[in-house]
């Protein structure tokens, strides 16, 4: 355990077993970070050619080149500080529980004198949320390069390449974990205030450390190309399709369980975690279309009259996107490796077929059964994901050999859409008229939240867990629709 990169600042191993007194003490402290430099260089040039084969492409002074370098810096999230406030030693809990029975069927008496007026003394075996004392900004590395072109027909072409690096970004990690019994420290003689709560991890005299740090990074590589037609004739329209790759080795600080992202690296930091955590960013979308167009109808412009002041002045508003899936992560389920929690991966078998599981079992000769098939034996030549049993013993063991965002799930194509008139019923009093459908074409939306506040709460992510996972729900993506079709009408009068 020669390699441990924030032990000193995390406490660990400088607890003296009989004082208990050690840095856990003392508040978590951020040292000021002053050397902020964010640069910004552009250049744009417009290009003059008159005739020949550059001034067909570039035009007199219809085109624009530009290039661009910038460094620019995010800010402390608020929960940061106010989680790293809450814990030990800046705020310490105790109970006193009043339990009604039959003798004393109104709970605790005189419980406001069961009340402590003081509160006890922190121990190092409780949890706390700590952050990094060198931590700082985030900042992120951004260039361009695009040409942007004037066409006939109102219109403009733009592609451009942008290049974005993320460095020192927000992530969480435990710098205390779960270890086997051979990866933690002896100790003898300890404090009999904590002698029989010492934690099965690396240091065992303490609880759990949660730390915000800036081990992240992210790197994004884009071509970006659009099509805009200007508002003419009653008709604007626009068109962009992104071709791109992000990468990152953790895509959220905090974690959101109903999309996916934990809150930490399979491994432990510790132990080359986020090494193992690099692949495709939660947010890579390799390919995306959209399409976006305002259209006022043509009825009744040579009408008179009544016709006229109800087909004149209709607007169809729309809204069509394409995209990749969400990259997913396939988990074992159980802690294989005892290095605590159950974000290690299973086995992962080429050959086998898609979507196919084997979890550990006692009931099969090979030891795997398949939660799919009522628990019958798994053949794990035709197995695609296999679960590592649960770790037991006290040599660690190894995690699966699948990586972080190795799936995706279906792609999205969704329409929305809107059909609105204003009818001026005076001078002064107008009544708008809007219809809003949401799906138009009622596509299957696999892990998106449904708009509409009538539906039950639905799981937004596909059930990649092997060990845990239904029967019949693992990697199954219809039980992570957003919903259907959903039509919304409004009237409004303004005056």
Not at 241 to 252: G, H
Request: aromatic letters at 10%.
């Amino acid at each position: 355990m020669n390699a441990l990169p924030y032990a000193v600042f995390s406490g660990l191993f400088n607890v003296n077993p009989q004082t208990l007194d050690g840095p856990y003490r003392q508040p978590s402290k951020v040292r000021a970070d002053k050397n902020n430099w964010s640069p910004t260089l552009g250049i744009a040039w417009s290009p003059s050619f008159k005739d020949g084969f550059l001034g067909t492409i570039f035009g007199d002074k219809k085109s624009a080149i530009r290039t661009g370098y910038q460094i620019g810096y995010d800010t402390f999230f608020n929960n940061i500080f106010s989680n790293a406030a809450t814990p030990v030693p800046n705020l310490i809990s105790t109970t006193a529980n009043s339990v009604a029975s039959a003798a004393a069927p109104r709970g605790l008496a005189n419980l406001s004198r069961a009340l402590p007026t003081q509160s006890r003394l922190p121990l190092p075996i409780d949890s706390q949320t700590l952050t990094y004392g060198d931590l700082a900004a985030p900042y992120t590395q951004r260039w361009s390069f695009g040409v942007q072109r004037e066409l006939k027909g109102q219109m403009i072409a733009d592609v451009s390449y942008v290049g974005t690096r993320g460095m020192r970004l927000f992530i969480n990690e435990d710098l205390n974990p779960l270890v086997p019994f051979n990866l933690r420290r002896v100790y003898t003689n300890v404090n009999p205030l904590v002698a029989n709560q010492l934690t099965p991890r690396l240091d065992p005299l303490q609880g759990p450390r949660l730390t915000r740090t800036n081990g992240g990074n992210s790197v994004y590589h884009g071509l970006q190309s659009s099509l805009n037609r200007r508002f003419s004739k009653g008709l604007m329209a626009n068109l962009s399709y992104t071709w791109s790759k992000n990468i990152d080795n953790s895509s959220e600080i905090f974690g959101v369980a109903n999309v996916g992202l934990p809150q930490q690296s399979a491994i432990p930091s510790l132990f080359g975690g986020l090494r193992n955590e690099r692949a495709l960013s939660h947010f890579d979308r390799a390919h995306r279309f959209v399409a976006t167009f305002l259209y006022e109808l043509p009825f009744g412009k040579h009408q008179n009259g009544f016709l006229k002041h109800v087909l004149e002045g209709w607007q169809v508003t729309g809204l069509w996107s394409f995209e990749s899936g969400v990259p997913l992560t396939v988990t074992n389920g159980v802690d294989a490796d005892g290095l605590g929690g159950s974000l290690d991966r299973p086995d992962y078998n080429p050959s086998g077929r898609r979507g196919t599981r084997a979890v550990s079992c006692i009931t099969a000769p090979n030891g795997f059964c398949d939660p799919d098939n009522n628990n019958r034996p798994a053949n794990l030549t035709e197995t695609m994901y296999i679960q590592v049993p649960t770790f037991t013993g006290n040599d660690p063991k190894r995690t699966g050999n699948l990586g972080r965002g190795t799936l995706r799930s279906p792609g999205q194509k969704n329409l929305d859409a809107t059909l609105a008139k204003t009818f001026s019923l005076t001078e002064r009093f107008k009544l708008n008229l809007r219809g809003e459908f949401f799906n138009l074409f009622n596509t299957p939306q696999y892990g998106t939240i449904n708009v509409s506040p009538f539906t039950a709460n639905v799981p937004t992510t596909i059930n990649s867990n092997v060990a845990t996972a239904p029967a019949g729900r693992f990697l199954a993506p219809q039980f992570a629709d957003g919903g259907g079709r959903i039509v919304r009408y409004q009237l409004r009068l303004t005056f």
